[in-house]
């Protein structure tokens, strides 16, 4: 799905039809897409599609991680259920709290899934890409995309 506010349309729908959507969480949103949450002990600047979809769709949500083998001999995928609920869902309703502060909470259990996957295997993770970095603007939608 491209990367706006057709694709997110698009998994949307794939997802309340029972499909599958995977997302690379810890990619830097842009600016107005994200909120921040601590991330190996430092605030990163972190996206909410993922929570939003599963929250939107009532969706479960996983986490998959691959692993390269030795020797080039391909990779295995490994797929588990995240030790939390995702705030702002029936299995953890977000009762009396606003919705930046579920957003918030939502990226930092997500966060807190990628460091466990991170930690579980450090030599698998793209320890290069700048997970800190600030948010990038967001590009103008036009008035009409929205209908």
Wanted: glycine content about 10%.
């Amino acid at each position: 799905a491209p990367a706006n506010l057709t694709g997110v349309r698009q998994m949307i729908r794939s997802l309340r039809k029972g499909g599958t959507v995977g997302l690379l969480p810890d990619q830097v949103p842009p600016q107005g897409m994200g909120v921040w949450a601590p991330f190996f002990g430092r605030e990163a600047y972190t996206m909410t599609l993922a929570s939003r979809l599963v929250q939107q769709t009532g969706a479960a949500w996983l986490l998959f991680a691959a692993e390269r083998l030795p020797g080039g001999r391909g990779y295995v995928i490994r797929v588990s259920v995240p030790a939390e609920p995702m705030p702002g869902t029936p299995a953890d309703p977000a009762v009396g709290q606003d919705a930046e502060e579920v957003a918030r909470r939502a990226a930092a259990v997500v966060n807190r899934a990628m460091e466990g996957l991170i930690l579980a295997r450090p030599d698998q993770y793209l320890w290069g890409y700048h997970r800190y970095k600030q948010p990038r603007p967001q590009a103008e939608v036009p008035a009409d995309a929205a209908d």
